[in-house]
Nanobody, 115 residues
């Protein structure tokens, strides 16, 4: 069973950058599709970016051209490089692993974009 731990969140000024990491413990990381989601208090969690086992990536329109998702199977880690950050990117960011009916979530990491 894969367990997920996110890191890399924090406070950044508008226009700045952050890189989130999601480290997976356990085996078979390469068999999981990985995604980054974000959630504001009282709102639904929304998909930000997804990367398949074949490294096909998808993004929500609001982050296209600014965010990049990648994975390193040797390190069992998925990344979210976030550039040109905006205040509306402020949220708790969650890592998700999925394989068939199995869905796993990390604990989340706070990203705050503010001057």
């Amino acid at each position: 069973q894969v367990q997920l731990v996110e890191s890399g969140g924090g406070l950044v000024q508008p226009g700045g950058s952050l890189r989130l990491s999601c480290a997976a413990s356990g085996s078979m990381f390469s068999f999981y599709a990985m995604g980054w989601y974000r959630q504001l208090s009282g709102e639904q969690r929304e998909l930000v970016a997804n990367i398949t086992t074949g490294r096909i990536t998808t993004y929500v329109d609001s982050v296209k051209g600014r965010f990049t998702i990648s994975r390193d199977n040797a390190k069992s880690t998925v990344y979210l490089q976030m550039n040109s950050l905006k205040p509306e990117d402020t949220a708790v960011y969650y890592c998700k692993a999925s394989r068939g009916l199995t869905v796993l979530w990390g604990q989340g990491t706070q990203v705050t974009v503010s001057s």
